[in-house]
C-alpha cells in the first residue's frame, strides 16, 4: 500500500513539473495549451481513480480473506 502512495505521488509531481515544462515550450497557443493541459489533468485524475479503486477493491478482498481466516481458526 505504500508502494502505491509513493508510486501515485511519485506520478502527480512528475506530471506537474511535466505540464509546467510543456507549457513552456509548446509552439501552439496559450488557448490551445491551456485545453491540451485540461485534457491531459482530466486523464490523470481518472486514473488516479481507477488506482484508488483497484486498491480498495483489493483491500476489500484481503480484510475478507483475513475475517474467513479468523473465522477457521
Known amino acids: 500500500m505504500k508502494r502505491l502512495i509513493n508510486f501515485l505521488t511519485g506520478f502527480m509531481i512528475g506530471m506537474v513539473i511535466g505540464s509546467a515544462i510543456a507549457a513552456l515550450l509548446a509552439p ?3 488557448t490551445e495549451t491551456r485545453e491540451q493541459l485540461r485534457a491531459r489533468a482530466q486523464e490523470v485524475l481518472e486514473e488516479a481513480r481507477r488506482a484508488a479503486e483497484a486498491t ?9 480473506e ?6 477457521d481458526s
Open 28 to 30: 501552439q497557443s496559450g
Open 66 to 71: 483475513i475475517k474467513v481466516g479468523q473465522v
Open 56 to 64: 480498495r477493491a483489493e483491500a476489500h478482498i484481503r480484510l475478507a
